[in-house]
Structures are given as C-alpha cells and as structure tokens.
C-alpha cells in the first residue's frame, strides 16, 4: 500500500526523502529565458491533493489526501533548496516527509542521497558506477517532442561499453484541457501533460520491466494531476521509491494558494 511506499524510502539528513536524479544544472544548459513556470515556489505555498489507489479493474484500495508546504530555505550540499514538508493522510494512518528541491529557467530540480541507491546495482558492477546528485522533474522549454533523462544508471564496464542498469525518461505529451475539481468549484485549465517512463534492467540482455506515470501541470500553480503505477509515485514529489505494484495511483489538486 502507499503508506510502505513512504516508509521504504530512504534517510538523509533530518529524514529528507532519497531522491533518485539526473544531471544538476550545468554550464551545458541554454541560456536563461523568460519560459512559463510550471512550478511555482513561493514559500508558504500550499497544495491539498487526493488521492486514489485502485486495482487494475478499478476496484478503489484506499483513498486519502497528500498535503505538500513550501516551508523554507535549506543549503545542501553548497547549494540553497526549497523544503518540501509532505504529508499523507489515509485516516487512521498518516506519513510526513521532506523534499528538497530547487528551479532555475532551465527546469526543477530534486536533491538525493546517491548513497543509498547502491542496492539497485550489482556488486560486480558497482565499482564501474558512478551516481549523479540531483533529478530533473522538469526541463525547460517544453516543446513538441521534448524528452529528457530523469536518471540513468549505466556501468561502465570498459571505455566504450556499457551496461543499463536503470533509465527514467520523461517525454512532454503536449497540452490537453482538463477539469480540476476543486473543493468549491471546477476548473477546466490548460494543462502540459508529461508522461514518465521507469525501465528497471534486471539481467544482461534481457528487455526491462517497464512501469509509467503521467503528470500534468498548469502554468502558475504547477502539479494538478498525477496517474499512474505507483512503483514511480513519487516523481511527482520528485523522487521515486523501489516497490513495484500492478496498482495505479491518481492524485488530483483540490486546493491550493500560491504564496
């Protein structure tokens, strides 16, 4: 269930959730421009989703809220993030966790702990690995056709030859109208829809076990509508948890202010 999903992810400093990333922004990036912002982060922002867990016939498991507050500043790692405090609430269970994130012109960016994805990795490929510190959620500008590499773990196990161990690859799916059915009313909005795709590589050769989410965000609120396997849930918190599930999970905004 969701709540093992929270529990199972990992410890860094003061319980901030391990975040699985991509390259940090770098030198290589276009320059800055004045792109929409799909992810507004003005601290004391608060957003209230819903969420659903239903089986693959649709039969709901269990339903509840997610809570996310934009709650400060925290440098990690020499550089200055936005703390993400992030709750669920199923009732007579609940969980909170913290994110850390940061954005530039160029995309969102989640802060992780490399040192615990090293389980992921076999032990005879480990020393040819070499983990990155930072996820990209999003990359800007979202055009027609974009795509972009959340994280790959790759081996290198000689120059020139290398082993997938793990690819998150995120494609924008271009611009659809949806409702967003808030708490006092419902709200058609135009939406930028990304669809995330996890492959995990288990053996040599063999094609990988494929799990997908799609995320939808609307220009000055930013996450409306998360659906999808919950084996990558926790993308639309920025990062992602190991505990593949035939269950789909769908998360809708119901409540927000912008700060």
Do not use: H
């Given at each position: 269930?969701?709540?093992?999903?929270?529990r199972?992810?990992?410890f860094?400093?003061?319980?901030?959730i391990?975040?699985?990333g991509?390259?940090?922004?770098?030198?290589?990036?276009?320059?800055?421009?004045?792109?929409p912002?799909?992810y507004p982060?003005?601290?004391?922002?608060?957003?209230k989703?819903s969420?659903?867990?239903?089986d693959?016939i649709?039969n709901i498991i269990?339903?509840?809220t997610?809570?996310?507050?934009?709650?400060?500043i925290?440098?990690?790692?020499?550089?200055?993030?936005l703390?993400?405090?992030?709750?669920l609430?199923?009732?007579?269970?609940s969980?909170?966790?913290?994110?850390?994130f940061?954005?530039?012109e160029?995309g969102?960016?989640?802060a992780?702990?490399t040192?615990?994805?090293s389980?992921?990795?076999?032990d005879t490929l480990?020393?040819?690995?070499?983990?990155?510190?930072?996820?990209?959620?999003?990359?800007?500008?979202?055009?027609?056709g974009?795509?972009?590499?959340?994280?790959?773990i790759t081996?290198?196990?000689?120059?020139?030859?290398?082993?997938k161990?793990?690819?998150?690859?995120a494609?924008?799916?271009?611009?659809?109208q949806?409702?967003?059915?808030?708490?006092?009313?419902t709200v058609?909005?135009?939406?930028?829809k990304?669809?995330?795709t996890?492959?995990?590589?288990?053996?040599?050769g063999?094609?990988?076990?494929?799990?997908?989410?799609?995320?939808w965000?609307?220009?000055?609120i930013?996450l409306?509508?998360f659906?999808?396997?919950?084996?990558?849930?926790?993308?639309?918190?920025?990062?992602?948890v190991?505990?593949p599930?035939?269950?789909?999970?769908?998360?809708?905004?119901?409540?927000?202010e912008?700060e």
């Amino acid at each position: 269930m969701i709540l093992r999903i929270f529990r199972k992810i990992f410890f860094i400093s003061f319980a901030l959730i391990i975040l699985i990333g991509c390259n940090s922004d770098s030198s290589t990036n276009p320059p800055d421009q004045n792109f929409p912002d799909y992810y507004p982060s003005g601290i004391g922002s608060t957003f209230k989703y819903s969420i659903v867990e239903t089986d693959l016939i649709g039969n709901i498991i269990q339903s509840g809220t997610r809570n996310i507050l934009y709650s400060g500043i925290f440098n990690f790692r020499g550089r200055d993030y936005l703390t993400q405090e992030d709750s669920l609430d199923f009732g007579s269970q609940s969980s909170i966790n913290t994110f850390l994130f940061r954005k530039t012109e160029t995309g969102i960016f989640y802060a992780i702990d490399t040192s615990q994805i090293s389980f992921l990795i076999p032990d005879t490929l480990r020393q040819f690995v070499t983990l990155r510190d930072e996820m990209r959620l999003l990359f800007y500008p979202m055009t027609s056709g974009s795509s972009w590499s959340l994280y790959r773990i790759t081996a290198v196990v000689q120059p020139g030859i290398e082993v997938k161990i793990l690819d998150i690859i995120a494609t924008f799916d271009g611009t659809e109208q949806i409702d967003l059915n808030f708490t006092s009313e419902t709200v058609n909005v135009s939406a930028q829809k990304v669809k995330y795709t996890l492959e995990l590589y288990s053996d040599i050769g063999s094609p990988p076990t494929m799990y997908t989410a799609n995320m939808w965000f609307v220009e000055n609120i930013g996450l409306v509508k998360f659906e999808g396997n919950q084996f990558i849930f926790e993308l639309s918190g920025g990062g992602i948890v190991f505990e593949p599930s035939p269950d789909i999970l769908t998360q809708e905004l119901i409540e927000y202010e912008i700060e």
